[in-house]
């Protein structure tokens, strides 16, 4: 296989293996996206080996082969490194694969996973939660397609950590991982790579570096915001090296352990130091936003604000002009609570658009089937088949080549896409902070509402056509996922989804996703909250929100 990095170093430690005694903590589940927790929960002594071992126990068959591993920069990810390293060697992998630094973004572990065909990555990030001494952290374990272990894998490990009683791990010193090179420990190999060079080379690969460069040439203007996160040296190589932005456009691009004090999470509202550059007559004509780990993103034209789900079917629409998927889209894929407005375009593509629940895992299947070539998610997430997670950083570039393509506003394309599709009205309202009984007796209530929910019942103008709590048959392996949100929908084709989030590491999340669809174009130009303020009031009625929770307003609106 080519190496596209050169390993200078070579140098060899013959470290003594060693059981560890140990209990099993409870909790160990993971969520939506692998294990999160507060810090101060990992730095518990044996919490991290008790469920990396439960990792390596749930699998079968890595001895001797390659494991990936790299994180978000966040604090902790390095000594956890070095702490999964020792109980990789202890554990018989012939070869770890570490980010230089220990970095690496989630969407170029998924790279270096498929392409150097590794058995699998442990990918440590607790993603947008913010970081720190009293932040969050995350260990996540992806499979051999690059992607996040499916439920029967996350079940399995669950099921170790509540039966582990001791862990291996080898005694000796750290590895420094600051110089590209390759360390013997002892029957183990530990390579330390470039976290850049696999994932740029393969986004020339997929787009038309050419005309993107030749778009910046012309005078073109771009602001990212990489958020003091993980995508900072990517977008850096990327966007102004490679592509031709020009020195600048990348902000907040060195990764910091806390991300500056910030909430790395790309949206409206914690974005809001992008938003307010991009509010200008003098504004940069395109703006992008990623994540702590760097599988989000938020695309902005000037003035102009594309909601996750817009991007994924404007993207859709415009595949055919972009390298990679020029030949065709297999299928589309979205999760539940996206808006519909992917749907349309398969429609007319005459391809078919997956429904799944909540989370990236869902997608795995579909990918790998060829059932899917895109895929995205409300929560601004959006990806394709080139590898097995969301890919912020990848739409900013798909973006680029549209608008290197067509030489037209964002603000243009999108409006023209609203015209020929028609408008769906979006808008994610979350609860933060709710106390968990609070959010689950919301829930339990919202049930027994939902028993006496009736088909034709008129809330307004909304007429209901049908209410469940959303369940999923994987159409590849058929295994069937439950209780996958609280729906309910309109025979106007508007829709409100409340699910709790499956990623906090504290409190309950209440989120509810509002959505309607309108054809006349006149309406477009409607703001999303006045446009859906009906159906706001109308989930407030059916919930019970500001009773349950005392709140008369989102703690977050996207
Ligand atoms: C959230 C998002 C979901 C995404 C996940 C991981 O999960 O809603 O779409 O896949 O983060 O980034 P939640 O907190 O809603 O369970
Ligand atoms: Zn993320």
């Given at each position: 296989?080519?190496?596209?990095?050169?390993?200078?170093?070579?140098?060899?430690?013959?470290?003594?293996?060693?059981?560890?005694?140990?209990?099993?903590?409870?909790?160990?589940?993971?969520?939506?996206?692998?294990?999160?927790?507060?810090?101060?929960?990992?730095?518990?002594?044996?919490?991290?080996?008790?469920?990396?071992?439960?990792?390596?126990?749930?699998?079968?068959?890595?001895?001797?082969?390659?494991?990936?591993?790299?994180?978000?920069?966040?604090?902790?990810?390095?000594?956890?490194?070095?702490?999964?390293?020792?109980?990789?060697?202890?554990?018989?992998?012939?070869?770890?694969?570490?980010?230089?630094?220990?970095?690496?973004?989630?969407?170029?572990?998924?790279?270096?996973?498929?392409?150097?065909?590794?058995?699998?990555?442990?990918?440590?990030?607790?993603?947008?939660?913010?970081?720190?001494?009293?932040?969050?952290?995350?260990?996540?374990?992806?499979?051999?397609?690059?992607?996040?272990?499916?439920?029967?894998?996350?079940?399995?490990?669950?099921?170790?950590?509540?039966?582990?009683?001791?862990?291996?791990?080898?005694?000796?010193?750290?590895?420094?991982?600051?110089?590209?090179?390759?360390?013997?420990?002892?029957?183990?190999?530990?390579?330390?790579?470039?976290?850049?060079?696999?994932?740029?080379?393969?986004?020339?690969?997929?787009?038309?570096?050419?005309?993107?460069?030749?778009?910046?040439?012309?005078?073109?203007?771009?602001?990212?915001?990489?958020?003091?996160?993980?995508?900072?040296?990517?977008?850096?190589?990327?966007?102004?090296?490679?592509?031709?932005?020009?020195?600048?456009?990348?902000?907040?691009?060195?990764?910091?352990?806390?991300?500056?004090?910030?909430?790395?999470?790309?949206?409206?509202?914690?974005?809001?130091?992008?938003?307010?550059?991009?509010?200008?007559?003098?504004?940069?004509?395109?703006?992008?936003?990623?994540?702590?780990?760097?599988?989000?993103?938020?695309?902005?034209?000037?003035?102009?604000?594309?909601?996750?789900?817009?991007?994924?079917?404007?993207?859709?629409?415009?595949?055919?002009?972009?390298?990679?998927?020029?030949?065709?889209?297999?299928?589309?894929?979205?999760?539940?609570?996206?808006?519909?407005?992917?749907?349309?375009?398969?429609?007319?593509l005459g391809i078919a658009c997956f429904e799944t629940p909540t989370g990236w895992k869902f997608f795995g299947n579909l990918l790998d089937a060829g059932k899917a070539t895109l895929c995205?998610?409300?929560?601004?997430?959006?990806?394709?088949?080139?590898?097995?997670?969301?890919?912020?950083?990848?739409?900013?570039?798909?973006?680029?080549?549209?608008?290197?393509?067509?030489?037209?506003?964002?603000?243009?394309?999108?409006?023209?896409?609203?015209?020929?599709?028609?408008?769906?009205?979006?808008?994610?309202?979350?609860?933060?902070?709710?106390?968990?009984?609070?959010?689950?007796?919301?829930?339990?209530?919202?049930?027994?509402?939902?028993?006496?929910?009736?088909?034709?019942?008129?809330?307004?103008?909304?007429?209901?056509?049908?209410?469940?709590?959303?369940?999923?048959?994987?159409?590849?392996?058929?295994?069937?996922?439950?209780?996958?949100?609280?729906?309910?929908?309109?025979?106007?084709?508007?829709?409100?989804?409340?699910?709790?989030?499956?990623?906090?590491?504290?409190?309950?999340?209440?989120r509810v996703y509002l959505e309607s669809f309108e054809e006349d174009t006149t309406q477009h130009g409607l703001d999303a909250q006045d446009a859906?303020?009906?159906?706001?009031?109308?989930?407030?009625?059916?919930?019970?929100?500001?009773?349950?929770?005392?709140?008369?307003?989102?703690?977050?609106?996207?």
């Open positions: 296989m080519s190496k596209t990095y050169s390993l200078p170093i070579k140098k060899t430690f013959n470290p003594i293996r060693t059981q560890m005694k140990t209990t099993p903590f409870e909790g160990q589940k993971p969520g939506t996206s692998g294990l999160r927790k507060k810090v101060s929960v990992f730095q518990q002594p044996h919490y991290l080996e008790n469920f990396v071992q439960s990792i390596f126990d749930s699998l079968d068959g890595f001895q001797g082969k390659t494991l990936v591993v790299g994180g978000d920069g966040r604090y902790y990810n390095k000594t956890v490194t070095q702490t999964i390293l020792k109980m990789a060697a202890a554990n018989g992998f012939g070869r770890v694969l570490v980010g230089q630094n220990a970095l690496l973004s989630t969407p170029a572990a998924s790279v270096v996973i498929r392409k150097h065909q590794a058995f699998g990555g442990i990918i440590l990030s607790a993603s947008h939660n913010p970081g720190g001494p009293n932040g969050d952290f995350g260990v996540k374990y992806n499979i051999s397609n690059g992607g996040p272990a499916p439920e029967k894998v996350t079940e399995a490990i669950y099921e170790c950590t509540k039966k582990i009683t001791e862990y291996r791990i080898t005694e000796t010193a750290d590895i420094d991982l600051s110089q590209l090179g390759e360390i013997q420990l002892g029957e183990m190999k530990v390579e330390i790579i470039d976290p850049v060079a696999d994932y740029a080379a393969l986004m020339e690969q997929l787009f038309d570096f050419y005309k993107i460069n030749a778009l910046f040439q012309s005078g073109f203007t771009l602001c990212f915001d990489a958020m003091h996160a993980i995508t900072g040296p990517y977008a850096r190589v990327i966007l102004e090296e490679k592509l031709g932005a020009p020195a600048g456009s990348v902000i907040n691009g060195v990764p910091l352990e806390d991300f500056g004090g910030g909430h790395p999470d790309p949206n409206l509202t914690y974005a809001d130091d992008l938003v307010n550059i991009l509010s200008g007559n003098e504004a940069p004509q395109f703006g992008a936003a990623s994540d702590g780990d760097g599988d989000r993103n938020m695309i902005l034209g000037r003035r102009f604000f594309v909601t996750p789900s817009d991007s994924l079917a404007v993207l859709a629409a415009n595949a055919h002009l972009v390298p990679a998927y020029k030949d065709g889209l297999a299928g589309l894929a979205r999760s539940m609570p996206t808006s519909a407005a992917a749907d349309h375009v398969a429609k007319a995205g998610e409300e929560s601004f997430g959006t990806g394709s088949n080139h590898i097995r997670e969301k890919d912020g950083l990848w739409a900013v570039i798909f973006w680029l080549n549209i608008l290197a393509e067509r030489q037209q506003s964002v603000e243009n394309i999108v409006r023209e896409h609203w015209a020929q599709y028609g408008r769906h009205f979006y808008s994610r309202h979350d609860y933060e902070g709710i106390e968990a009984k609070v959010a689950q007796d919301l829930m339990d209530n919202l049930s027994q509402t939902f028993n006496f929910l009736r088909k034709g019942q008129s809330f307004g103008t909304h007429v209901v056509e049908y209410r469940d709590n959303f369940s999923y048959t994987d159409p590849v392996d058929h295994s069937i996922s439950t209780n996958q949100g609280m729906r309910v929908g309109f025979e106007d084709g508007s829709r409100i989804i409340f699910r709790l989030s499956g990623t906090g590491t504290d409190a309950a999340t209440l859906l303020a009906d159906l706001i009031a109308v989930a407030d009625l059916i919930a019970g929100i500001k009773k349950y929770t005392g709140r008369d307003k989102p703690s977050v609106i996207t």
